[in-house]
Nanobody, 115 residues
């Protein structure tokens, strides 16, 4: 069983930056992949960025060039560096670990981009 806890959300002005962290209670090295999703009010949850066990990354078109996903296996932590934030990035951000049999989700952290 792996528990994931997100942190780093908050209120930021347009154009600002935030770094989200996803800390795992167990080893993330065993995860096939890890990713970040977000859900804005009234919208479906969407995939934002993903990173494979080998370190390959993929991003939603809406965040390419602005967000960077990374993982530190030694610290059992995944990160999402978010730059040049826009009001449309406002959402609850969730991290997910894709295991061999189960997916594991964190509880989410709120990101609000507003002046």
């Amino acid at each position: 069983q792996v528990h994931l806890v997100e942190s780093g959300g908050g209120l930021v002005q347009p154009g600002g930056s935030l770094r989200l962290s996803c800390a795992a209670s167990g080893s993330i090295f065993s995860m096939n992949a890890m990713d970040w999703h977000r859900q804005a009010p009234g919208k479906q949850r969407e995939l934002v960025a993903a990173i494979s066990r080998g370190g390959s990354t993929d991003y939603a078109d809406s965040v390419k060039g602005r967000f960077t996903i990374s993982r530190d296996n030694a610290k059992n932590t995944m990160y999402l560096q978010m730059n040049s934030l826009k009001p449309e990035d406002t959402a609850v951000y969730y991290c997910r670990g894709v295991g061999s049999m189960f997916d594991y989700w964190g509880q989410g952290t709120q990101v609000t981009v507003s002046s």
